[in-house]
């Protein structure tokens, strides 16, 4: 019986040693990503009434080779847009954005698939002595035919 609780109790004291190198092994020392904030208020022209569906899609973006070959970044759904000016932050991992690049806010607001409001012109932000906060006007959409 003694024979029998000693190894017990060898089995106990390797399981708790290899339970502790695995939680310590596990453990990161690592600090967290320094993160910066995109912040902004958005308005639109000629409102008109949105439903209570209705949501602002905020995309920051490396547009270093164009809009149309962008790379996101970062995108935040904000609900509750009805009523202008709608605040936003935004925020990213510094590690994320590379001095040398450009990199642009969009803004678009959808209401029930379609949509109502887009920034009619390219935002650029962070990089390049551009800001880190802005104020944005949408418009709607020219009408496709």
Known sequence: MRHRLSLRSAMAGLLLTAA???VVGCSSNKPPDA???LTGTISYQNPVELSPDAVAYVRLADTTKGVMESKTVVQKEIKDVAQAPITFELPYKEKDIDPS???AVEVRIVDKGKV???NPTKQTVITKGNP???DMTLVA???RY
Do not use: K
């Open 20 to 22: 502790s190198a695995g």
């Open 35 to 37: 993160m910066g904030t």
């Open 101 to 103: 690049r450009e990199y």
């Open 116 to 118: 109502m409001y887009t």
């Open 132 to 134: 880190n906060a802005l």
């Open 141 to 143: 959409p020219a009408p």
